[in-house]
């Protein structure tokens, strides 16, 4: 929960078509509602972290990465927040 408001967080994988990371990583950098954004190595090649309003504004943006030319995979993880009640 941030200030009173909770967001979803959602975190996505990203894959493109092996030369083209430079002209994704820029692409990826003009779209808004991130949080981080950062070229890893193996399996993916970007991870991507938004903190949005809900899960329907998370899809657009993840429709918006699926958009650009040369990305080719997305997996996006939403994280739940914990309640401070629990206990394992």
Do not use: W
């Not at 899809?59 to 739940?80: F, L, W, Y």
């Amino acid at each position: 929960m941030v200030g009173g408001t909770r967001m979803v967080l959602g975190v996505t994988f990203v894959k493109v078509v092996p030369g083209k990371e430079h002209s994704v990583f820029d692409a990826l950098k003009g779209i808004p509602g991130f949080k981080e954004l950062y070229h890893v190595f193996g399996e993916y090649d970007f991870l991507v972290t938004a903190d949005v309003d809900n899960l329907a504004v998370l899809s657009k943006t993840v429709d918006r990465i699926r958009e650009v030319n040369g990305v080719t995979t997305t997996q996006t993880i939403v994280g739940a927040e914990l309640v401070d009640s629990y206990v394992p």
